[in-house]
């Protein structure tokens, strides 16, 4: 695969902890990295990259450079990516697209005018257990699916030290996690037409405890559209099972995540995600009452998308991610927070 030369944007958790490592993975280069206070940890992790000081730094090399990846908080994803677009370089965004779907709709607008070199990091579309989930729904071995769980909990009761948790314009975990609950759940189960929601924040200034109840749109032969349950929380003792999926013939169970166990695997042995002896790999279970029979695990990683990505700048084509999803996933989380506020169900 050949090398892209890679602008990244923000060094911290995101831009170092989670693009720079698939990056490498990748085989790709970063050549530039705005940071105003990691240029230690750039020259150790790429020596010889240039470190600039803002985007409009960076932008000024642009012809140095094949993908801007941005990862700055949510709150400049705007900016930086509308200034990356007008430099004519194709551009990765993390997730959230945007704050809002106003703002996300003028990004996908401005991408549109740029020729369509706009992509969103929604990197979870490529975790094992929605591609396991997805090998199950088109082979139709759970039969019709009628409610889909997901949850993203944990313990964390004190909070760390970051921009995400302390900053209640951040969006909180809505905006971080929920992008890629709702994101998840429309890929599988299609649009949206109602949402309600719990929003909370119970030990940090911004949004820790979320739960979404989405019902989505009816089939084509009319079946009742499916109910996608989804919930990420940060002072959660005893988190439930990650993924579960009912339907009329089967069950699709997952619990533990990124190969850790939750306190529900440990307690509940009958569905403990570690291999019996002589099992193969698994990613979760099919469960059809007292019995289940592991998933086979699925080829493939985060690291794919960044491959697509690679092909997508050098050869055309539709973006790995289609930043349009982003704005419909941005439709959702606007209305869960107006769901909150009045304690209604929001229909789209």
Same mark, same amino acid.
């Given at each position: 695969m050949e090398h892209l030369r890679v602008g990244l944007v923000g060094y911290g958790g995101a831009g170092r902890g989670i693009h720079g490592r698939l990056l490498?993975?990748?085989?790709?280069?970063?050549?530039?990295?705005?940071?105003?206070?990691?240029?230690?940890?750039?020259?150790?992790?790429?020596?010889?990259?240039?470190?600039?000081?803002?985007?409009?730094?960076?932008?000024?090399?642009?012809?140095?450079?094949?993908?801007?990846?941005?990862?700055?908080? *949510?709150?400049?994803?705007?900016?930086? !990516?509308?200034?990356?677009?007008?430099?004519?370089?194709?551009?990765?965004?993390?997730?959230?697209?945007?704050?809002?779907?106003?703002?996300?709709?003028?990004?996908?607008?401005?991408?549109?005018?740029?020729?369509?070199?706009?992509?969103?990091?929604?990197?979870?579309?490529?975790?094992?257990?929605q591609l396991a989930l997805r090998g199950l729904l088109e082979a139709g071995t759970l039969g019709r699916v009628h409610r889909f769980e997901r949850r993203w909990e944990r313990f964390r009761p004190v909070p760390q030290d970051r921009w995400k948790e302390n900053d209640p314009t951040s969006g909180g975990l809505l905006l971080d996690l929920g992008a890629h609950l709702v994101d998840s759940a429309v890929q599988l189960f299609g649009p949206v037409r109602s949402v309600y929601?719990?929003?909370?924040?119970?030990? *940090?200034?911004?949004?820790?405890?979320?739960?979404?109840?989405?019902?989505?749109?009816?089939?084509?032969?009319?079946?009742?559209?499916?109910?996608?349950?989804?919930?990420?929380?940060?002072? !959660?003792?005893?988190?439930?099972?990650?993924?579960?999926?009912?339907?009329?013939?089967?069950a699709f169970l997952v619990t533990s995540f990124e190969g850790e166990p939750t306190p529900?695997?440990?307690?509940?042995?009958?569905?403990?995600?570690?291999?019996?002896?002589?099992?193969?790999?698994?990613?979760?279970?099919?469960?059809?009452?007292?019995?289940?029979?592991?998933?086979?695990?699925?080829?493939?990683?985060?690291?794919?998308?960044y491959r697509e990505v690679v092909r997508w700048v050098l050869d055309g084509g539709p973006p790995p991610v289609d930043p349009a999803d982003a704005v419909r996933t941005a439709r959702v989380l606007d209305a869960a927070r107006q769901s909150a506020a009045e304690g209604t169900v929001v229909r789209l």
């Open positions: 490498r993975e990748a085989r790709q280069r970063v050549t530039h990295v705005v940071t105003r206070s990691r240029a230690a940890q750039v020259e150790q992790d790429w020596p010889g990259a240039v470190v600039v000081p803002d985007v409009d730094a960076l932008l000024r090399h642009v012809g140095e450079l094949d993908l801007v990846v941005v990862a700055s908080p *949510t709150g400049e994803h705007a900016a930086h !990516v509308l200034a990356a677009l007008a430099a004519g370089v194709h551009v990765l965004v993390d997730k959230p697209l945007a704050t809002s779907t106003a703002e996300a709709e003028r990004l996908v607008d401005a991408s549109l005018h740029a020729g369509g070199r706009l992509t969103v990091f929604q990197n979870r579309r490529w975790d094992t257990e929601a719990e929003l909370a924040a119970r030990s *940090t200034p911004a949004v820790d405890d979320v739960f979404l109840a989405l019902v989505h749109a009816d089939g084509h032969d009319g079946t009742p559209g499916v109910v996608s349950h989804l919930q990420a929380g940060s002072v !959660v003792g005893a988190p439930g099972p990650r993924t579960r999926v009912l339907g009329d013939q089967a529900f695997a440990v307690l509940d042995d009958a569905y403990e995600e570690g291999r019996r002896p002589g099992e193969p790999a698994h990613e979760g279970w099919l469960v059809r009452g007292a019995t289940r029979e592991p998933v086979p695990m699925p080829a493939g990683g985060h690291v794919d998308l």
